[in-house]
Each structure stands twice: as structure tokens, then as C-alpha cells.
């Protein structure tokens, strides 16, 4: 059996180095993470222009009944092959990446509480909020240096869908979360105050 912890934020919030944080406090025998990111649909049969109008910050652009089942399996103690998706091309690889049932499983991405049939399934759902002007900074930053954008174009992204989808599906997911955490300050404390929370449902 594995708690299943989720922790939720936009784009540039911080909830990925917050979740690994985590994870990394409980221990690697403790605890596995679990990037929502990966579940992107498929959109290797579009051409490469088509898929750079595909909006990724909407929910039909994630596979949720696959991250579903996924869950599922790891709650039941049964390891899962994550899928692995490349940014640069937006298409799901051949490649897939084992994670281990451990006690506590940590899933984070910007539309994990979007979608009820997932939120429900965690035991402690976790927001990272953060002001836009800083998320902004950190996608522009992240873009540019991992997935070989350049600054106009992650500007324009924002801007066209983001922002809109951000303000739609992401931020309203705040009010079901049990823990809200800043996305400044001390990652220390930060993550000290998501474990605390996690050891009280041991």
C-alpha cells in the first residue's frame, strides 16, 4: 500500500523542486515521485507545426486515465512504467521509467487537482502558490535553458495560453487543496511543514 501525496502549482511555482525536496527528505526507500508532466498525449501524428498550436496548458492535453490507473496501481503496492515525454518534440518516447510502490508516492504537476477522479485520490493535496511575475520568470528561464525555446516565443506562450489556463484550471484548484505553501521563502522549511503534514497520516 502507498499514501499517495499530490502537490499542485502553475507553471513556474516551484512544486517540482518542492515535491523532489520531499521526496528527497523521506528518503529514496520512502518515498517515490511521479512528474504529471509525462503523461502528455501522444502528438507524434501531427506535423510539427501542428503540434506547436496544441495547448498543452489544457487538461484534454494529459492523459489523466493512464496517471488514474497508474495511481491506482501503486496504492495497491504494485510498481508502474511511467511514460517519458519529449519536450522538444512533444511526443511520448518508447522509453518508460519503473517506479516503485513505496509507502508514500508523490505526484506533482500544474493540473493534478483539474481533474476530480485524480484529486480524489490523493490523501493530502498540496498547492504551491506563487505570484505570475515570478512564475514567469522561472518558465522563461526553464524553457530556454531545457527545452531550446527562445524568450519571445515562451513570452508569446504565456501570454496565449498560460496565463488563461492558469487563471482558469490551475489557480481555482487552490481551494481544494488541505496545505497551501508559499512559492518563496526556505525550501527547508517549505518541505519540512508538507513531511510534517505527510508523517501525521502515517
Known amino acids: 500500500m502507498s499514501v499517495l501525496i499530490g502537490i499542485c502549482g502553475g507553471s513556474g511555482s516551484g512544486k517540482s523542486t518542492l515535491a523532489a525536496e520531499v521526496a528527497s527528505v523521506l528518503g529514496p526507500d520512502r518515498a517515490a515521485l ?5 503523461y502528455y498525449r501522444d502528438h507524434g501524428h501531427l506535423t510539427p ?8 496548458d489544457h487538461p484534454d492535453s494529459l492523459d489523466s486515465p493512464l496517471l488514474a490507473h497508474h495511481l491506482d496501481q501503486l496504492k495497491a503496492g504494485y510498481a508502474i512504467e511511467a511514460p517519458v515525454y519529449d519536450f522538444a ?8 521509467i519503473e517506479v516503485g510502490a513505496k509507502p508514500i508516492t508523490i505526484v506533482e504537476g500544474i493540473l493534478l487537482f483539474a481533474f476530480p477522479e485524480i484529486a480524489d485520490r490523493f490523501t493530502l493535496r498540496v498547492f504551491r502558490d506563487c505570484s505570475e511575475e515570478m512564475r514567469f520568470k522561472r518558465r522563461v528561464r526553464r524553457d530556454v535553458a531545457e527545452r531550446g525555446r527562445t524568450p519571445e516565443s515562451v513570452s508569446n506562450q504565456f501570454a496565449a495560453t498560460v496565463k488563461p489556463m492558469h487563471d482558469r484550471w490551475v489557480q ?19 518541505a519540512g511543514r508538507v513531511v510534517e503534514e505527510i508523517e501525521h497520516l502515517l
Open 34 to 38: 511521479l512528474a504529471f508532466d509525462t
Open 89 to 96: 518534440t512533444h511526443t511520448r518516447t518508447d522509453q518508460v
Open 172 to 190: 481555482p484548484s487552490m481551494d481544494d487543496a488541505q496545505l497551501v505553501i508559499p512559492g518563496d521563502g526556505s525550501l527547508a522549511t517549505h
Open 49 to 56: 507545426e501542428q503540434r506547436a498550436l496544441v495547448n498543452y
